[in-house]
């Protein structure tokens, strides 16, 4: 039994969901996002409230009643609040700039490197923190990932591009005789 599943999402005012072949489609201030849903669980859009449920009683089915009703909830959260992750640079020179579409990161390589801002998404810097924001969960996640992986901190100095509250496990190094 999935406790979240059990729980029906609200709908807020200002907020239009609708669900058809497939595929719920969620409207609201900020934009409208869409989410694919697959046939072992069904979805009820009525009186306000979003109800997730399972098709059937196969493992997978009730598996999936969790994910969806959390997808839902992100669903109704993106097009009302939006979602931001901050990642922070630390070492010395190393820095970003944003212009428009475009992020360019100086980690300490021979090379700025050039990311390309996912459609939907907004990338801003200031002084040592990049803020990625957009209406989508998954891709400002995923983009705030890719971001992250141009430079991982390191366990020695902590340089690199870690998510603002991260904490590294610092290592000892090298001891003198």
Known sequence: M???????????????ASFADGTLTVKGPKGTLTQEMRDDVTITVADGTITV???NET????????????LTRNLITGVTE???KKLEIEGVGYRAEAQGQKLTVNVGFSHPVLLDVPEGLTATVEKNVITIAGI????????AANVRKVKKPEPYKGKGIRYQ???IIRKQGKKAV
């Open 2 to 16: 999935s406790r979240l599943g059990k729980q029906p999402v609200t709908i807020p005012n200002g907020v239009e």
């Open 53 to 55: 449920a399972p098709a």
């Open 59 to 70: 493992k997978e089915a009730r598996a999936l009643w969790g994910t969806y009703a959390a």
């Open 82 to 84: 939006g979602f931001e």
């Open 136 to 143: 989508d969960k998954e891709a400002v996640g995923q983009f």
């Open 165 to 167: 509250g991260e904490y």
